[in-house]
């Protein structure tokens, strides 16, 4: 070991020593460093005793440096910089990105699978921009988006199926008859129907269900599907969503279908990112993962 390095006083006396000389207050240094004030009195005082001078003037409301103390405090502030620079060329910084997705894809799906996205990617940074407005992957600085939609959608993409859009109803099953698994096809339009922005009810009864729909008596209307998701949880109505969104509800018993029948609409859902990525190694991380949660049971 070199001769310098044995000289060295220890670092937490050191750390001690520059937050005290911050604040001039022992009780707040050691607040800042998570330990005991007598902890840092102790540094201090040991510190002290290693370089045979004083370096705080103990005063009745706080402390002073004495000279020595002040001509010792530029260089340990410089010696602490040196080491955080030298740390931060060694650590890889995260990678930002943003992924783009609809306020309901957010909420009811991606959202709650974000902590297991995190624990496996420590080094990405993600940025999640929900809007039902289609983001640009350019103006907007988007990575990689989660679209509805029909192929194509472009040569410069790549395109990934993630779940098909299984239209289904749901409800609580508060609103069941006592002693029913279901609501018979005929009294669906007498209760309460909640529409979102896709208005899919019409083609559902038709296509699903069996029946022209006729006037309703009851509807109540939402501009984004997780609402009316979350209405039907609270016992106002029967909404229409894809199956996907609402796996996780209907597993936990908060939704149940009333009607057995499902419609196959046309506007899947899918992974989509540029051909030419800004950050492919993360963004490729991204897109495996969301491929992969889509195949994983409900959360």
Request: with cysteine.
């Amino acid at each position: 070991m070199p001769e310098a390095f044995l000289s060295l006083p220890p670092l937490n006396a050191l750390r001690a020593f520059e937050a005290s000389a911050r604040h001039l207050n022992f009780r707040i240094a050691a607040e800042e460093l998570n330990v005991t004030q007598g902890a840092v009195a102790q540094h201090i005082r040991g510190l002290e005793a290693d370089l045979g001078t004083k370096l705080f003037e103990r005063l009745p409301r706080g402390l002073a440096l004495t000279d020595e103390g002040r001509a010792y405090v530029p260089n340990i502030r410089r010696a602490f910089d040196l080491i955080s620079e030298a740390t931060l060329l060694l650590r890889p910084e995260p990678a930002r990105l943003t992924i783009s997705v609809t306020p309901s894809f957010a909420t009811k799906w991606l959202i709650p699978r974000l902590q297991h996205f995190m624990a496996h990617n420590p080094l990405v940074d993600l940025r999640v921009l929900a809007s039902e407005s289609l983001s640009s992957f350019q103006a907007d600085g988007v990575d990689i988006a989660v679209r509805q939609g029909r192929p194509p959608f472009g040569a410069g993409l790549i395109v990934d199926l993630l779940f098909p859009q299984q239209i289904i109803a749901v409800c609580s099953p508060a609103l069941l008859p006592a002693g029913t698994v279901g609501i018979a096809a005929t009294a669906i339009q007498h209760h309460v129907l909640l529409h979102d922005a896709h208005n899919l009810w019409p083609e559902f009864m038709e296509k699903a269900v069996g029946l022209k729909m006729t006037t309703e008596l009851k509807r109540m209307r939402f501009n984004q599907t997780s609402l009316a998701i979350d209405a039907a949880i609270a016992g106002q109505g029967i909404a229409l969503a894809s199956r996907f969104l609402v796996a996780a509800d209907l597993s936990a018993g908060r939704l149940v279908q009333p009607v057995t029948g499902e419609m196959r609409g046309t506007q899947d859902f899918y992974v989509v990112m540029p051909r030419k990525q800004r950050h492919p190694e993360p963004t490729q991380a991204v897109r495996q993962w969301l491929l992969d949660a889509g195949e994983r049971p409900p959360v």
